[in-house]
């Protein structure tokens, strides 16, 4: 089985504005970002699963052709930088993601 | 002008000094202008609510002075957006003192500055809601309350090109701005040398966090962009980085929820038929971006207010017992808090390392705290006294916790400090809003003065 940290280049979280916080994994070519999007490992249901979030927390969820990459957003409870905010830029909320596991793709 | 070009050596102005080898290669391939953007929210409420910088003045003052002498030198205009990292009335005088100190130290030809403001006053704001009009939330906010203006300390509104192009048209050769979305300090020059809008915002956002749109990572360095009527080229200036298909189009994730839309005040640059193409070992070419009128000229108004002094306290455990029940400890302690001072009137907090204190609700693993803990105690107060108060007893309380079962009862936790520490005055965003102009300098008031000899 493969980790997502061993298919994608960039695993990464910023804030994105003050009430957002946004993720990005960015795979090093095409094959690997197909491969992940047709796996359906990555999809707004199972990042509420793995964050323990209701649907409405998810601000936006986009396949980014381009860029090969998937991003996703969520809500913060409470603004960027209030007192007992644990990460004012957002930068350290990815490593769930980094142990998604990744089926071989169907031969 | 068939082409103009832009170079943008920082990000952020003054938050990390400026990397000058790849700024002079920058500034030999003689760009049509010099510009930066110079803040963000992403610095947290603090700077904008206390009036204050982040950046350290000896860093804002070396990336001002080398944009500076480069633009004099070649004579082309030098642009700043919003200033001093929050953009406010002070954080502009701030940096237009610094600019004519430096005229001064250098003795510069004679130029001249223009600058503008964008703080808004709460009244101003009061009398909108008081006539009617909502202040709209964005981002999941509900519409402004008074109650929410009230804690509001200091309110800055988010310029587009405009008054940047008013001072261009005015002949500025050095721009001072407030507050303003960082796309529009590049987009602005474009615009006024009759570039389409589409092609000058997508420059401004490519250019505006300088070398993150290059590979490999290296943030401080500087990259030039080049508009046309129909694309935008941007290249990476140092040596061992390059704008590729990969870094430009991962750029447009960057800080942002959606890698298609970017809204200033007046419109959207819609980047979703964008085309990259590598054209250069160094550049990439982009062109189809797309810009839409807004129905409605609305500006983004951020505001932050303080929440109380504050003082922050930490303590260590490593009994597994203990670690287990870490929640009664916490438990015990807000209890004497709460004995002490009531319910209400301040604000205590508990950042559990080791367990969840990077992620909080998010953490998925922690059912499986490590062997040991450290607690972070923040307490928050109207009165510093008070702050202390509540932070010591809400720190030293843990040490007294009474857990049936314990082994160790000489003490639940370990003191590295056995004091509480003062630490900056907390505070929060109170506005992530949007209001409606009837003029887009409506809030922008703007000067010109000459400096120089």
């Known amino acids: 089985m493969t980790r997502l940290a061993d298919l994608a280049k960039t695993i990464r979280s910023k804030n994105a504005g003050v009430d957002l916080i946004t993720f990005d994994i960015i795979f090093a070519e095409r094959a690997s970002y197909e491969r992940v999007k047709r796996a359906g490992v990555v999809t707004r249901e199972s990042i509420c699963k793995l964050y323990g979030l209701a649907p409405e927390r998810i601000a936006d969820f986009v396949e980014f052709d381009p860029g090969n990459a998937i991003k996703f957003t969520i809500y913060r409870l409470r603004p960027s930088g209030s007192p007992g905010d644990p990460d004012i830029f957002g930068a350290q909320q990815y490593a769930p993601l980094l142990d998604i596991e990744v089926p071989e793709s169907p031969r | 002008m068939q082409s103009l070009r832009i170079i943008c050596p920082n990000g952020h102005l003054g938050f990390a000094p400026t990397r000058e080898e790849s700024f002079r290669l920058g500034v030999a391939a003689r760009p049509d202008c010099i510009a930066a953007d110079s803040g963000s929210d992403d610095v947290g409420p603090i700077p904008l609510g206390s009036g204050t910088s982040t950046s350290p003045l000896a860093w804002q003052t070396h990336d001002l002075e080398l944009m500076l002498l480069a633009s004099r030198e070649l004579r082309v205009p030098m642009i700043i957006g919003s200033a001093g990292d929050t953009g406010a009335d002070s954080r502009v005088d701030l940096f237009v003192k610094i600019i004519r100190e430096l005229a001064d130290k250098h003795r510069l030809p004679r130029f001249t500055l223009g600058y503008f403001y964008s703080e808004v006053d709460r009244e101003h704001v009061r009398r909108r809601m008081r006539a009617g009009e909502a202040v709209a939330g964005l981002e999941g906010h509900r519409a402004l309350t008074e109650s929410e203006l009230g804690a509001t300390e200091r309110i800055v509104a988010m310029a587009g090109v405009h008054p940047f192009i008013r001072l261009l048209e005015q002949g500025a050769d050095v721009i001072i701005g407030g507050r303003s979305s960082d796309s529009c300090v590049f987009a602005a020059p474009a615009i006024h040398h009759g570039f389409p809008e589409?092609?000058?915002?997508?420059?401004?956002?490519?250019?505006?966090?300088?070398?993150?749109?290059?590979?490999?990572?290296?943030?401080?360095?500087?990259?030039?962009?080049?508009?046309?009527?129909?694309?935008?080229?941007?290249?990476?200036?140092?040596?061992?980085?390059?704008?590729?298909?990969?870094?430009?189009?991962?750029?447009?994730?960057?800080?942002?929820?959606?890698?298609?839309?970017?809204?200033?005040?007046?419109?959207?640059?819609?980047?979703?038929?964008?085309?990259?193409?590598?054209?250069?070992?160094?550049?990439?070419?982009?062109?189809?971006?797309?810009?839409?009128?807004?129905?409605?000229?609305?500006?983004?108004?951020?505001?932050?207010?303080?929440?109380?002094?504050?003082?922050?306290?930490?303590?260590?455990?490593?009994?597994?017992?203990?670690?287990?029940?870490?929640?009664e400890v916490i438990g015990w302690a807000r209890d004497k808090v709460r004995e002490r001072f009531g319910e209400?009137?301040?604000?205590?907090?508990?950042?559990?390392?080791?367990?969840?204190?990077?992620?909080?609700?998010?953490?998925?693993?922690?059912?499986?705290?490590?062997?040991?803990?450290?607690?972070?105690?923040?307490?928050?107060?109207?009165?510093?006294?008070?702050?202390?108060?509540?932070?010591?007893i809400g720190t030293r309380q843990m040490f007294y916790a009474r857990l049936p079962e314990v082994k160790g009862s000489a003490g639940a936790v370990a003191f590295a400090l056995d004091e509480v520490l003062r630490a900056s005055p907390a505070y929060r965003w109170t506005l992530n809003h949007t209001l409606r102009c009837d003029d887009p300098l409506e809030l922008f008031p703007t000067h010109l003065v000459t400096i120089g000899q």
């Open chain 2, 198 to 327: 589409a092609q000058a915002y997508y420059l401004g956002k490519v250019l505006e966090c300088a070398s993150f749109c290059a590979e490999p990572y290296g943030g401080k360095e500087t990259v030039l962009g080049e508009v046309t009527a129909d694309a935008v080229e941007v290249t990476a200036m140092h040596p061992a980085q390059r704008c590729t298909v990969a870094s430009v189009a991962g750029h447009a994730m960057y800080e942002r929820s959606n890698p298609y839309f970017e809204h200033v005040a007046g419109g959207t640059l819609d980047m979703s038929h964008c085309r990259y193409e590598q054209v250069a070992e160094k550049t990439t070419r982009i062109t189809g971006a797309r810009f839409r009128h807004a129905d409605e000229f609305r500006v983004k108004l951020e505001g932050a207010g303080k929440v109380g002094e504050r003082y922050v306290g930490m303590v260590g455990i490593r009994d597994p017992y203990t670690i287990a029940h870490v929640d």
């Open chain 2, 344 to 392: 209400t009137g301040y604000e205590l907090y508990y950042t559990v390392y080791g367990r969840d204190g990077i992620m909080g609700e998010l953490e998925p693993n922690r059912h499986r705290p490590a062997h040991e803990l450290c607690i972070l105690v923040q307490g928050v107060a109207p009165t510093a006294a008070m702050a202390e108060e509540v932070c010591m």
